[in-house]
């Protein structure tokens, strides 16, 4: 059974670096053909997919938030990390890490089925 667990610091300032760290058990970050997401919800807003780095490697981001975001990854924890740079309090929001599935190497994005647990990231001013 494939579990996420999210999870970083809830209190972040303004101006300065989000960092969040997703933990994957029984399931390996490298396994084809899966890509390993992060997605955020803010209050009264629905979700907003942020970027993805796939099981090669390969990172995606949303072109809005692109020139702020990095995803990386550390195979031999078996962890993916978020980093959003020059926080606003509008990046307020529940962050969930998340794993995509995709069709073979043309990673074209089908679905997710297993979510970490979210968690709330307060940006102050």
């Known amino acids: 059974q494939v579990q996420l667990q999210d999870s970083g610091p809830g209190l972040v300032k303004s101006s300065q670096t989000l960092s969040l760290t997703c933990t994957v058990s029984?399931?390996?970050?490298?396994?084809?053909?899966?890509?390993w997401s992060w997605i955020r919800q803010s209050p009264g807003k629905g979700l907003e997919w942020m970027g993805v780095?796939?099981?090669?490697?390969?990172?995606y981001y949303s072109p809005s938030l692109k020139s702020r975001t990095s995803i990386s990854r550390d195979t031999s924890k078996n962890q993916f990390s978020l980093q959003l740079s020059s926080v606003t309090p509008e990046d307020t929001a529940v962050y969930y890490c998340a794993r995509a599935s995709l069709v073979y190497y043309t990673y074209i994005f089908t679905g997710y089925d297993y979510w970490g647990q979210g968690t709330q990231v307060t940006v102050s001013s």
């Open positions: 780095i796939a099981y090669d490697g390969s990172t």
């Open positions: 029984g399931g390996s970050i490298t396994t084809r053909y899966y890509g």
